[in-house]
C-alpha cells in the first residue's frame, strides 16, 4: 500500500498525480513550500496528537496511520502534523497529517494523511474543515468509505483518559476483594437472618395495626380531649417501636446486598414495608393531634353544601329552560347532516354495481353527484359542529346536574355526527376508489393474460423437445428459439408481477401471489426442458464433428483434383498464345491458392475440432480421434502434390516473364532508331541573321515527338523489366538461375538510354538558338501594336475636337481609349528597359531603336489625355445646367399648382359650405407643402453644384456659373409667391372651423329635441297597459335616441375644445374676436347638456318600474310551472321506481332486439319480409316456438353479441311481440316492432293534431319516439308515440328529430325527462339569483321592493329543485341497476356460446392433427434406412420417386393439418363474442396441437430426408442429361419451339405426360428411358406442361460473366468479328458446345439486337463466360402500345394491358433520336423569360434569325424627320433596346447613315442614326434577335416536358439570352416482345427507370390483399372460392395470366408448396388495387 499499489479491502489506494476532482477529471494540487525546521525548545512546546485503532483486527491501511504525531507548522491556517515513529520496513517514508482548503475545490478541502503536506500520494481524508483534527469520520482509502475504528485524539486528553482508566481499575479491584469477603457467609445463615428479619416485621405491624384501629374509633366519636391524648401517646410509641425496627431491617437489608437474589428480593421488600407503614402511623398521628379542628370543619362543610344544593337547583331550572330552547335547533342542524349523508349514500349506490365499459358514463355521473353529495354533507357536518361546540361553551356556565344533562344531549349529537362523519369518509375518495377499481381488475387481466401466454409457450417448448434425435438440427434450433421465446415471455411476466405486487395489498395482492406461484411453475418446468435440450446437443455433437471434418477434407481433394485438371494445358503440344499462356498461368496459380486455403482450412478446422473432441467420453473420443487422424493424413499427402503443382507452375512463369521483357526492349531500340533520323534535320537550323522559320520549328517539335516516343517506350520496358526482375526473383528457388538472361537485357535498356541522351543534346541545342530569335520578335510585334494604338487615340481626338460638343459616349470611349493605349505602352517600355540591362551587341542596338520610338509615343499620348480632359468638364458642366433647369423648372410648375388650388376661393363667394372649404383649405396646404420641399430641393441643388465646378478648368467653370445664378433667381421669385399663398390660406382655415363649429351645437340641439319626442311614447300613466315586447322596443328607440345625442354633445365638445386650443395658438390679430364666438357656442351646448341629463333620468325611473312589475310576474309564472313538470316527472318515474321491474326488463331487451335487427336491415339492404321469411317461410305469421328459437340466434344473423337472449326471455319477447304468450307472431307485428325510431335532438312542443297549436306536453333532449304512421312528403310534423309513455300519441315538428339508433327505449326516455325537469329546476334558480345578484347595488327606486318578492321565490324554488334532484338520482340508481341485470343476463349467454365455441374449434383441429400424426407415423416406419449415397446404389429413379412421392403427400397431410390448426387459431383469435376469458383453457389447447403437428412434421421430415436427398441428386443428373439430349434432337428438328408446341399439344394449348413421352419418342437417336422423360416434365410442368414451361425444357439462354467477342464462324482465329458481347447481355444458345482445342464455344444470337455467331463458353477449366439464365418473360406495369417497329412513331399493334405477360423475343436496347435546337429568350412584348424550340427533331424551324431588327449599342435619340439640323426629338433610345426596320425608308446624308424604325417596346417609329460622322455606331444589325415563323410554346425548361409559360405568336421577336443549344430527348429503351395471351408481337418502347411500363416477370406471386380462389378461371354468379389468399403468403404459377371474359378482369392460376394447384386467383380487383404481385 506504501508503495502506489492497490491492494485488497483496506489497503490503502495511492490517489493520482493529480487529484481526482468531481467531475472525474485529474487536477494538479500545488505544492506549498516546506516549513521551515523546528528548534528544539519549539518541539519540546509542540501540540502532539495521537492516532489509534479501536478494532481488534490489524488491518495495514490503519497500522500505517497509527501513532504519536508532533506539530511541524501551519498550512492553510490550520497546523499540520509528522508522525514521530517509523513504518517498519519502509523507514523512508514520512507520514503527515495536514489540512487543505477550498482553493482547489471542494473534492480536495478536508483533513489528509499523506507522504507529505499537498503531496499526490494520501492514504485517508476526513472533508472537516474544523481547526482541529476531527475524531472520527476518517475513509480510507482517501476515496474509499468511513473507518469508525481510526481515532484521532490529542495526547494531553489522552494522558487524562489513561488516568481515569487506571483509578477505574484499581476501585474495581477493591470492589472485588470486598465480594469475595462478604462471599463467604454461609447459606443457613442468609435464612436465619431472613427469618428473624420477616418476625420483626409482622409483629411491628400487627401492633402498628391495633394502634391505628384505636385511633379512628376514637376520630369516629365525640373526641374529647383525654381520650384523643390516650391515643396520641399510644401511636406515638408505636412510631418509636416502628422506627428501631426499621432500622434493623434496613441494615440487614444493606447486608443482603451480595447474598442470593431470592434473599436479596426478601430483605428489599420488608423494608418497603416498614416505610408504607411508617407513613400510615405518620398520617394517622396528624389526624389525632388535629381532632377538633377536623370535626368542627366536617360540620361547617356539610351546612355549606346543604346551602349549595339550594342554590343549584334553583339554577337548575333556569338552565334547563335555556338548555331545552338549545337543543331543538341543533337537533335539526343534526338531523340535516343525516338526511344529508343518506343523500350521499343513495347517490352512490350505482357505484356498489359490478361495472362495465358500457355503464362507464353512467358511473361517471354518480361519481360526480356524489362528489357534490359529499360536499353538502360536510357542509352540513361542519355548521352542526360548530353549532354545537358554541353551544357546549355556553353550557359550561351551567349548573352540574344542568350541565351534566346538556354535556349529554350534546354528547350524543356529537356521537351522531361523528357516526355521520365516519359514514360520510369512504364517499370522500370513491373517484379514486372506482379508478382503483377499475385498475385492480384491468391489472388482474393482464397480469392473466401474460402468464397464460408464458405458460402455453412453455407447453409448446416441452413438447416440441420430445422428437429431438439424432438428425434433428433444424428441430434443434426450433426448440432453442421456443425455449427462449418462452423464457422471455415468462421472465416478461415475473418481473411484471413482483413490480406490481410491491405496491398492492388485500385480495388483489392474493390473485397476482396465486399468478406468481404459476409463473414459477411454469419456470421450473422450463429449466427441467432446457435440461433435456442440452443433453440431447450433447449426444448430436459428436456425429455432426465428424460429418463437419470430412466435408472439409473432401473439399480440400476436391480442391486438389481441379488443380490437376488445371495442369492438362501445359502438357498438351502444339504452340500457345502469350493471351492462353497469361490465364493458363493465372488460373494455375489460382487453383494452388485455392487448394492452399482448403488445405489450411482443413488443418484449422481439424484443429479446433480437437480441442472439442476433449469434451466427449473416453470412448467416443478416442473413436472420433482415430477418424480424424486418417483424415489429417489425407491432407498432408495433399499438401506435397500442391508443392509440386506450384514447383513446375514457376518455371513455366519465368519462360514466359523472359519473353515478354524482350518484346518490350526491342520495341524501345525501334523508338530511338526512329529518334535520330528526326534529329538529322535539325543541322542548318539557326543561322546568323535570319528568323525562325516554320519548318526549323516543326522540325523542333517531330524531334521532341520522337524523343517522347522513345522514353515512353524505354520507361515500359525498364517497368517492365523491373516488375518481371521482381517475380523472377521469387521464383528463383523453384527452379534454374535467370540471372544471365537479366543481364543481357538490363545492358540493351541502358544502351538505349545513352542513346536517347545524346540525342537529346542536339534537340536542346537547336530549342536554344529558336528561343533567342524568337524573343525579339515578340518584343517587336508588342511595340507595334503599342504604336499603331497610339496613332488610333490620336486620330480620334483630333476628330473629337473638330465637333462642338462630344456625346457622353464619345468621351467615355475616348477616355477607355487613352487610358488602354497608356496600359499597353507603359508594358512595353519597362519590357525594353528590362532586356536593356543585360542586353549586349546586336540585340542592344534593336533594343535602344525601340526605346526611342516609345519616347515618341508617349509625348503623343499626354497631348491627347489633356484635351480629353476638358472635353469632359464641359460635359459635366452641360448635365449639370440641366438637372438645375430641371429642378427649377418641378418648382415652377408646383407652384402654379398652389395656384390651381386657390381658385375655389376666388369664384367671389363670401364664404363656401364647410365640406367645400374644408377640403379646398387642404389642398392649398398640401400644394404649398409640396412647393416648399421642391424649391428647397432645387436651391440645394444649385448651391452644391457652385462649389463643385470650382475645381474645373476656367472656360466650363464660368460658363456654368452664370447659368446656375440666373436659376437661383427664378427660384427667389417662386418663394415669395409662396409665402403670399401661406397667409391667405391660414386666415381662410380660421373662417371654416368657427362656420364647423356653430353646425356642430345645432346638431347637438337636433339630438336632444328627439330625445324628448320619443319619451313622449313611454307616458307614465300607461306603462301597465304596454306589453313587454312594446315596452322594450320604445325603450330601444328612446336609448338609441340617448346614444345619439351623448355622441352628438361629446362629438361637439371635443371640437369646440380643439378650435379653442387653436385660438390660444394663434398670433394673429383676430384672436379675440374668435374667443368670443366660441364661448358663446359653449354656452349653447352646456344647455343642451342639461337639458339631456333631465330626460336620461326620467328615462331611467320609468324603466325601472316597468322592469320591476315584469320580474315578480315572470317568476311566479315560471314557479307554478316546474311545480307541474316535478310532479308529472313523478308520475313517469313511477313504473321505473317500483319494486317489480320485470316489465321495463323486458321492454329494454325488446329495445335491443329492434335496435340490432334495423341495424341488421341498413347494413344489409334487406327488407323486413325477407327477414320475417327466414323465420315463417312463406308464411304470414310464425309460431311462438320457432320464433323464440329464431330470437336465439338473432346474434349470427346481425353479426353482434349484444342482443344474446335466454329461451325464457326470448319466449316473453315473443308474447310481447305477438300480443300474447303463445299467440304465433304476424307478418304485421313483426314489421311494427321494425318501425322507424326517432330520438328528440331538440327540445320542443309536441301537439295534439298535425297542424294544430294545441300543447299536448314537452319532447325533451335524449327522448325516445316511435313513428306510428309514416310521415307524407313535405311534412313539417310527424305522429309519435312517446317512449316513456307509449299511450300518448302526439305531433312532434320533424327538424327537431334524429333517426335512432342509437336507440332509445322507455328507461332511456324516462331518465331524459326527469334530467330535463331537474336542469329547469337548476336554470330557474341560477335565473332568479342572477336577477337577485343583479339587483343587489339597486338601493333606491322601484326595483328595491321586488328583491324581498324576489327572496321569497328563491326558497320555494330551492325546495323544488331538492324534490327534482332526489327524483334524478333515484331515476339514476334504478336504471344503473336495471341496467346491470340485463348485462348480468347477456355475459351468462355469451359464456355459454363461448364454450361450446371453444370445444367444436379444438374438436376440429384435433381430428385433423391425430389423421396427419398417424400418416406421419406410417411413413417413418416404412422409411428406408441408409444415407443418401447408399439409396442411390440401392434403390432406382421409380422407386425414389415413390418414396418422396408417399413422404410428400404424408408432408401436404401434416401441413393441412397445421393449416386447419392455424385457421381454428385464427378463427379462435377472431372471436368477436364477450366472455372471451373463457377461451384461454381451449387457446392452450391449440397451441399443445399446433406444436404436436409440427412435431409429426420434423418426424417425417428428419425419417425422409435421406430419401429426398437421394431423388434430387439422381433427379437433377437424370434431368440435365435429358434436357441436353431433348434440345438437340429439338434443334435438329429444324422447327421454331411454337411450331413444336402445337404439333405436340395437338393445338389444346397443354401438354400431357403421355403427349410428352409421345414425343419424345419420335426424336431421332436419343437414348432416354421412361423414368428420365417423366422427371423432365414434372420439372418443367409439374401441374401440366404449358408454352412457357415446354420452352424452358427445350431453349437455353445464358447471360455474359465477361465480355467477349460474337465471331461469324466456329474458327475464331480467322472469323470476322460481328461484335462484342458485353457482360450482362442474354444470349440463347442454338448449337454446341463445341470443342475448339482447350477452348468451347457455341452457337446463338444476343437478344439485345439479334446478333448471331459463335462465342467462346469456357477457355479450358477456368470459370464459363456464359452462366445458365432462365428463359425471359415481362409483364406490363401499366398500359402501354405495342408498335410495329422500333419507332415511336410506328403503328400500334394493339394495346398491352396491365399485369399482361410477354415472352421478351430481341432487347431490350437504347433508341437512338435525333437532337433538336433550343433558344434562351426574352419575349419583346412583355419580357417574359423561357425557351422555346428553333428547330425540332424533324428539320422543322419555328423561328429565324432576324434580319430587320437592329440594337442600339450607345444611347441615341429617335427624331420625327431625317434632317438632324431642323428635326425634333421624339424620345431616347436606350442602349440594349430593339428597333425593326420600315422597309424603304432609309437615306444615306453623306457621312451620317440614318434610317426609319419602330421601337419594338412600345411601337413609336422615327428616325434614328446608325453611324456617326466620326465612326461612332450607335445602332447596328442584331445577331441575338429571332422572328417566331409560328406560333410557339414558351417554356421553363429546354426539355420539352417543363411547364408551358405563355404562346409566342408568330412574327414576335425573341432576344436570345445565350447561343442556341442543342438539347437531345430524353433516352428511351425498346424491347420486341410477344403476347402469352394472344401471340400478337411488337415493339415496347419506354423511358428507363422506375415508371417503366414492364419489368422482368417471374412465376412467382405474392399475396398484397385478401383475395378468393376459385376452381375455375370464369367468375360466374355464385361461384364458391375454394380457399383464401391471404396477405403475405407465396404461389407459383401453374397457368396464366389469361383476361376471363365474364369479369373483364386478369386471373391467374396458383400453386402452392406441396399443397399442389390452389386454384385461379385475380390480380387486381375492379377499382385497381392489387391483390398479387410478382415476387
Not at 416498614?274 to 379542628?293: W, Y
Not at 416648399?932 to 462649389?947: D, E, H, Y
Not at 385433423?1408 to 422409411?1423: D, F, K, P, T
Request: proline residues 3%.
Amino acid at each position: 500500500a506504501l508503495g502506489g499499489k492497490a491492494a485488497g479491502k483496506g489497503a490503502i489506494r495511492p490517489m493520482p498525480s493529480g487529484s481526482v476532482s468531481a467531475g472525474g477529471g485529474v487536477l494538479k494540487k500545488p505544492v506549498p513550500p516546506s516549513a521551515p525546521p523546528a528548534t528544539k525548545a519549539a518541539l519540546a512546546q509542540a501540540e502532539k496528537i495521537v492516532v489509534h485503532c479501536t478494532s481488534d483486527r490489524d488491518e495495514i491501511g490503519i497500522r500505517t496511520l497509527v501513532g504519536e504525531y508532533v506539530e511541524e507548522g501551519s498550512n492553510h491556517a490550520r497546523k499540520f502534523y509528522k508522525k514521530t515513529q517509523k513504518i517498519p520496513g519502509h523507514e523512508e517514508i514520512n507520514v503527515y497529517l495536514y489540512f487543505w482548503d477550498t482553493r482547489d475545490g471542494d473534492s480536495f478541502s478536508g483533513w489528509w494523511f499523506g507522504n507529505q503536506v499537498g503531496g499526490a500520494q494520501v492514504w485517508s481524508r476526513n472533508a472537516q474543515a474544523t481547526q482541529r483534527p476531527p475524531r472520527s469520520g476518517w475513509t480510507i482509502p482517501w476515496d474509499g468509505d468511513v473507518k469508525k475504528e481510526l481515532v484521532v485524539e490529542s495526547a494531553v486528553l489522552d494522558k487524562v483518559a489513561a488516568a481515569k482508566a487506571l483509578a477505574r481499575a484499581k476501585m474495581e479491584e477493591r470492589k472485588r476483594q470486598e465480594d469475595e469477603k462478604r462471599s463467604v457467609v454461609t447459606d443457613a445463615e442468609w435464612s436465619d437472618k431472613v427469618e428473624k428479619a420477616a418476625m420483626e416485621v409482622a409483629e411491628a405491624t400487627m401492633n402498628v395495626n391495633e394502634a391505628l384501629d384505636a385511633a379512628r374509633e376514637v376520630l369516629a366519636g365525640d373526641c374529647d380531649d383525654a381520650s384523643l391524648l390516650v391515643c396520641q401517646r399510644e401511636l406515638a410509641a408505636q412510631a418509636t417501636s416502628l422506627a428501631e425496627t426499621q432500622r434493623a431491617v434496613a441494615v440487614e437489608a444493606l447486608a443482603a446486598q451480595k447474598a442470593p437474589s431470592d434473599i436479596k428480593a426478601e430483605m428489599t421488600q420488608f423494608g418497603q414495608q416498614m416505610r408504607e407503614l411508617q407513613a400510615t402511623l405518620k398520617e394517622e398521628i396528624l389526624k389525632v393531634k388535629n381532632g377538633k379542628q377536623i370535626k368542627a370543619q366536617q360540620l361547617q362543610s356539610e351546612e355549606k353544601r346543604a346551602e349549595d344544593e339550594a342554590k343549584e337547583r334553583d339554577l337548575e331550572e333556569g338552565y334547563s329552560k335555556h338548555l331545552e330552547e338549545m337543543l331543538p335547533p341543533a337537533m335539526e342542524k343534526t338531523d340535516t347532516a343525516e338526511d344529508e349523508v343518506e343523500k350521499v349514500a343513495i347517490a352512490a349506490a350505482p357505484l356498489q354495481i359490478d361495472t362495465g365499459d358500457d355503464l362507464r358514463p353512467i358511473m361517471l355521473q354518480a361519481i360526480k353527484e356524489t362528489e357534490q353529495r359529499v360536499r353538502a354533507a360536510q357542509t352540513a357536518i361542519g355548521e352542526a359542529r360548530r353549532y354545537i361546540s358554541g353551544k357546549m361553551a355556553a353550557v359550561g356556565r351551567f349548573a352540574p346536574n344542568a350541565k351534566k344533562t346538556a354535556v349529554e344531549e350534546f354528547g350524543t349529537l356529537k356521537e351522531r355526527l361523528e357516526e355521520m362523519q365516519q359514514k360520510l369518509t369512504p364517499y370522500k375518495t370513491v373517484r379514486q376508489d372506482y379508478d382503483q377499481r377499475a385498475q385492480a381488475k384491468k391489472l388482474h387481466e393482464e397480469l392473466s393474460t401474460k402468464v397464460s401466454g408464458a405458460e402455453i409457450e412453455v407447453e409448446k417448448a416441452a413438447m416440441m423437445t420430445a422428437p429431438l434425435g439424432a438428425d434433428c438440427n433444424e428441430g434443434m434450433k426450433e426448440t432453442e428459439q421456443a425455449l427462449s421465446m418462452a423464457q422471455s415471455a415468462l421472465s416478461q411476466a415475473l418481473r411484471l408481477i413482483d413490480s406490481k405486487l410491491k405496491s398492492l395489498s388485500g385480495p388483489l395482492k392474493e390473485e397476482i401471489l396465486s399468478l406468481q406461484e404459476r409463473a414459477k411453475t411454469a419456470q421450473e418446468k422450463l429449466d427441467e426442458v432446457r435440461r433435456n435440450v442440452k443433453e440431447t446437443q450433447v449426444r448430436v455433437a459428436a456425429d455432426l464433428l465428424l460429418r463437419e471434418v470430412s466435408d472439409k477434407v473432401a473439399h480440400a481433394e476436391d480442391e486438389l483434383q481441379r488443380m490437376s485438371e488445371a495442369e492438362l494445358p501445359f502438357l498438351r503440344s502444339g504452340d500457345q498464345k502469350t493471351e492462353d499462356i497469361d490465364v493458363l498461368i493465372q488460373e494455375a496459380d489460382k487453383m494452388a491458392v485455392a487448394v492452399h486455403t482448403a488445405i489450411a482450412e482443413a488443418q484449422t478446422f481439424i484443429a479446433r475440432k480437437l480441442v472439442e473432441v476433449a469434451r466427449f467420453s473416453e470412448g467416443t473420443a478416442r473413436a472420433v480421434k482415430e477418424e480424424i487422424d486418417m483424415m489429417t493424413k489425407r491432407v498432408e499427402d495433399g499438401r506435397e502434390r500442391l508443392q509440386q503443382f506450384r514447383s513446375s507452375t514457376g518455371d513455366r512463369k519465368r519462360v514466359h516473364l523472359l519473353e515478354e521483357v524482350d518484346v518490350k526492349v526491342k520495341s524501345a531500340e525501334d523508338e530511338v532508331v526512329r529518334m535520330a533520323e528526326a534529329t538529322k534535320s535539325l543541322s542548318s537550323l539557326g543561322i546568323a541573321g535570319e528568323l525562325a522559320s516554320e519548318s526549323g520549328r516543326e522540325a523542333v517539335e517531330q524531334a521532341n515527338l520522337a524523343e517522347r516516343s522513345a522514353q515512353a517506350s524505354l520507361v515500359i520496358a525498364r517497368k517492365h523489366l523491373l516488375q518481371k526482375t521482381a517475380d523472377l526473383k521469387k521464383l528463383a528457388g523453384a527452379g534454374a538461375g535467370s540471372g544471365s538472361e537479366l543481364g543481357r537485357l538490363q545492358t540493351r535498356v541502358n544502351n538505349v538510354q545513352q542513346e536517347i541522351a545524346k540525342l537529346r543534346n542536339i534537340t536542346k541545342e537547336a530549342e536554344e538558338r529558336l528561343r533567342v530569335k524568337t524573343m525579339l520578335a515578340e518584343v517587336a510585334t508588342r511595340l507595334t501594336a503599342t504604336e499603331s494604338d497610339v496613332d488610333k487615340v490620336a486620330a480620334v481626338a483630333v476628330a473629337t475636337q473638330a465637333d462642338e460638343q462630344p456625346s457622353p459616349e464619345q468621351v467615355e470611349r475616348m477616355e477607355r481609349a487613352t487610358a488602354l493605349a497608356q496600359t499597353k505602352l507603359t508594358a512595353t517600355s519597362k519590357l525594353v528597359d528590362v532586356k536593356l540591362k543585360t542586353a549586349s551587341g546586336v540585340l542592344r542596338e534593336e533594343l535602344s531603336a525601340m526605346r526611342s520610338k516609345i519616347t515618341a509615343a508617349e509625348k503623343k499620348l499626354a497631348t491627347v489625355i489633356q484635351a480629353s480632359k476638358e472635353q469632359k468638364e464641359r460635359l459635366i458642366c452641360s448635365e449639370i445646367v440641366s438637372e438645375a433647369t430641371e429642378h427649377v423648372l418641378k418648382a415652377e410648375s408646383d407652384m402654379s399648382k398652389c395656384g390651381e388650388a386657390e381658385l375655389p376661393f376666388l369664384k367671389g363667394l363670401e364664404s363656401l359650405p364647410g365640406a367645400e372649404a374644408a377640403a379646398a383649405v387642404a389642398a392649398c396646404e398640401e400644394s404649398a407643402g409640396v412647393t416648399q420641399k421642391a424649391i428647397a430641393a432645387a436651391r440645394t441643388f444649385v448651391v452644391q453644384k457652385l462649389v463643385d465646378i470650382k475645381e474645373f478648368a476656367k472656360g466650363p467653370q464660368e460658363a456654368c456659373a452664370k447659368e446656375l445664378a440666373a436659376l437661383q433667381k427664378r427660384l427667389d421669385v417662386g418663394a415669395g409667391k409662396l409665402a403670399e399663398l401661406k397667409k391667405d390660406t391660414a386666415e381662410r382655415k380660421r373662417a371654416t372651423q368657427m362656420q364647423a363649429s356653430g353646425q356642430k351645437v345645432a346638431s347637438v340641439e337636433q339630438a336632444v329635441q328627439a330625445l324628448a319626442n320619443a319619451m313622449v311614447k313611454f307616458p307614465e300613466d300607461k306603462m301597465a297597459d304596454l306589453s313587454g315586447e312594446e315596452a322594450h322596443k320604445i325603450c330601444e328607440e328612446i336609448g338609441a335616441a340617448e346614444a345619439d345625442a351623448q355622441a352628438a354633445v361629446a362629438d361637439a365638445r371635443k371640437f369646440l375644445a380643439m378650435r379653442l386650443q387653436d385660438v390660444k395658438n394663434s398670433k394673429d390679430a383676430g384672436k379675440s374676436a374668435g374667443s368670443v364666438d366660441l364661448t358663446k357656442l359653449q354656452s349653447r351646448l352646456t344647455q343642451c347638456q342639461v337639458e339631456l341629463a333631465k330626460l336620461s333620468n326620467q328615462c331611467t325611473e320609468r324603466e325601472q318600474r316597468f322592469v320591476a312589475q315584469k320580474l315578480v310576474q315572470d317568476a311566479n309564472e315560471n314557479m307554478a310551472k316546474l311545480r307541474a313538470e316535478i310532479e308529472h316527472a313523478t308520475a313517469v318515474s313511477q313504473a321505473l321506481l317500483s319494486d317489480d321491474k320485470s316489465e321495463l326488463l323486458t321492454s329494454s331487451f325488446l329495445t335491443l332486439v329492434a335496435g340490432a335487427l334495423i341495424g341488421h336491415l341498413k347494413a344489409s339492404g334487406l327488407t323486413p319480409a325477407k327477414v320475417f321469411a327466414t323465420v315463417a317461410g312463406s308464411a304470414q305469421s310464425a309460431s311462438a316456438e320457432d320464433f323464440t328459437v329464431w330470437l336465439q340466434k338473432l346474434p349470427e344473423l346481425v353479426g353482434g353479441d349484444d342482443a344474446c337472449l335466454t329461451e325464457d326471455r326470448a319466449f316473453e319477447l315473443s308474447a310481447r311481440i305477438a300480443g300474447s304468450a303463445g299467440a304465433p307472431v304476424t307478418a304485421a307485428a313483426f314489421k311494427a316492432l321494425l318501425q322507424e325510431r326517432y330520438v328528440c335532438a331538440t327540445g320542443t312542443a309536441a301537439f295534439r293534431s298535425q297542424g294544430g297549436d294545441d300543447e299536448a306536453c314537452t319532447v325533451e333532449v335524449g327522448e325516445g319516439l316511435e313513428l306510428v304512421e309514416p310521415c307524407t312528403a313535405g311534412a313539417a310534423r310527424g305522429h309519435f308515440a312517446l317512449a316513456r309513455d307509449p299511450s300518448t300519441q302526439v305531433w312532434v315538428p320533424l327538424e327537431c328529430l334524429k333517426a335512432s339508433p342509437p336507440f332509445v327505449g322507455k328507461i332511456e326516455s324516462i331518465e331524459a325527462f326527469v334530467k330535463a325537469v331537474h336542469q329547469r329546476c337548476t336554470e330557474a334558480s341560477q335565473a332568479v339569483d342572477q336577477k337577485t345578484v343583479g339587483l343587489s347595488h339597486v338601493k333606491q327606486g322601484p326595483l328595491v321592493e321586488v328583491k324581498g318578492k324576489l327572496q321569497q321565490i328563491r326558497t320555494a324554488l330551492s325546495t323544488e329543485r331538492a324534490r327534482a334532484d332526489a327524483l334524478k338520482k333515484r331515476v339514476a340508481a334504478a336504471r344503473a341497476a336495471l341496467l346491470q341485470q340485463q348485462q348480468e343476463e347477456v355475459k351468462k349467454v355469451q359464456e355459454g356460446k363461448c364454450k361450446a365455441f371453444a370445444e367444436r374449434v379444438v374438436a376440429e383441429a384435433a381430428e385433423a392433427v391425430e389423421a396427419a400424426e398417424a400418416r406421419a407415423a406410417a411413413i417413418v416406419a416404412s422409411a428406408k434406412a441408409g444415407t443418401a449415397e447408399k439409396l442411390q446404389k440401392e434403390l432406382s429413379i421409380g422407386e425414389l420417386d415413390a418414396l418422396k412421392t408417399a413422404a410428400d403427400e404424408a408432408l401436404s397431410t401434416v401441413a393441412e393439418a397445421r393449416a386447419v390448426v392455424a385457421r381454428s387459431q385464427e378463427t379462435h383469435d377472431g372471436f368477436k363474442g364477450g366472455a372471451r376469458n373463457v377461451l384461454l383453457e381451449s387457446k392452450v389447447e391449440l397451441t399443445k396441437l399446433a406444436s404436436r403437428a409440427s412435431t409429426a412434421e420434423r418426424r417425417l421430415k428428419a425419417a425422409t430426408e435421406a430419401v429426398r436427398a437421394a431423388f434430387v441428386q439422381v433427379a437433377k443428373t437424370a434431368t440435365v442429361k435429358a434436357r441436353n439430349v431433348l434440345r438437340t434432337a429439338a434443334r435438329k428438328s429444324g422447327k421454331s419451339i411454337d411450331e413444336l408446341f402445337d404439333t405436340v399439344s395437338g393445338g389444346t394449348g397443354e401438354i400431357s405426360e403421355a403427349q410428352f413421352a409421345q414425343f419424345v419418342s419420335t426424336l431421332p437417336e436419343h437414348d432416354l428411358g421412361s423414368d428420365q422423360v417423366a422427371l423432365v416434365y414434372k420439372e418443367f410442368g409439374r401441374h401440366g406442361l404449358r408454352k412457357p414451361g415446354f420452352a424452358k425444357a427445350l431453349q437455353e439462354f445464358c447471360i455474359c460473366e465477361r465480355s467477349t467477342e460474337i465471331a461469324s464462324s466456329f474458327e475464331a482465329a480467322a472469323a470476322p468479328t460481328v461484335r462484342k458481347l458485353e457482360k450482362g447481355e442474354l444470349f440463347e444458345v442454338l448449337e454446341g458446345p463445341a470443342a475448339d482445342g482447350a477452348v468451347l464455344r457455341v452457337r446463338g444470337r444476343a437478344l439485345r439486337d439479334g446478333a448471331a455467331g459463335w462465342v467462346t463458353f469456357r477457355v479450358g477449366e477456368g470459370p464459363p463466360l456464359l452462366k445458365p439464365r432462365e428463359k425471359p418473360f415481362l409483364f406490363a406495369l401499366s398500359a402501354a402500345p405495342l408498335l410495329q417497329s422500333f419507332d415511336t412513331d410506328a403503328s400500334v399493334v394493339r394495346e398491352m394491358q396491365q399485369d399482361e405477360v410477354l415472352e421478351l423475343l430481341e432487347g431490350p436496347r437504347p433508341l437512338q433520336g435525333p437532337s433538336e435546337q433550343a433558344l434562351h429568350a426574352v419575349a419583346s412584348k412583355d419580357g417574359k423569360v423561357g425557351w422555346v424550340t428553333l428547330q425540332d427533331t424533324a428539320g422543322n424551324t419555328f423561328a429565324s434569325p432576324s434580319k430587320n431588327l437592329y440594337m442600339c449599342k450607345s444611347t441615341i435619340a429617335m427624331t420625327d424627320n431625317f434632317d438632324i439640323k431642323n428635326c425634333k426629338v421624339l424620345r431616347k433610345v436606350d442602349v440594349g433596346e430593339a428597333l425593326e426596320v420600315i422597309s424603304g425608308q432609309e437615306e444615306d446624308g453623306g457621312d451620317i447613315s440614318r434610317k426609319r424604325f419602330k421601337s419594338v417596346r412600345d411601337g413609336k417609329e422615327g428616325w434614328v442614326t446608325l453611324k456617326g460622322s466620326q465612326g461612332t455606331i450607335y445602332v447596328e444589325l442584331s445577331d441575338s434577335h429571332f422572328i417566331a415563323d409560328q406560333d410557339i410554346s414558351m417554356r421553363s425548361g429546354a426539355s420539352r416536358d417543363s411547364p408551358v409559360l405563355r404562346t409566342v405568336e408568330a412574327g414576335e421577336a425573341l432576344l436570345a439570352k445565350e447561343p442556341p443549344k442543342e438539347v437531345r430527348p430524353d433516352p428511351k429503351m425498346g424491347a420486341r416482345a410477344r403476347s402469352l395471351e394472344d401471340g400478337k408481337s411488337g415493339w415496347i418502347v419506354f423511358a428507363p427507370g422506375p415508371r417503366a411500363p414492364v419489368k422482368p416477370w417471374k412465376a412467382k406471386y405474392v399475396c398484397k390483399a385478401p383475395v378468393d380462389i376459385t376452381s375455375s378461371l370464369a367468375m360466374q354468379e355464385g361461384t364458391v372460392a375454394v380457399t383464401k389468399a391471404e396477405p403475405g403468403q407465396s404461389f407459383q404459377v401453374v397457368e396464366g395470366p389469361a383476361l376471363d371474359a365474364i369479369s373483364g378482369q386478369r386471373r391467374v392460376r396458383l400453386a402452392r408448396g406441396e399443397e399442389g394447384i390452389v386454384g385461379w386467383a385475380t390480380l387486381r380487383t375492379a377499382e385497381g388495387k392489387a391483390c398479387l404481385e410478382v415476387a
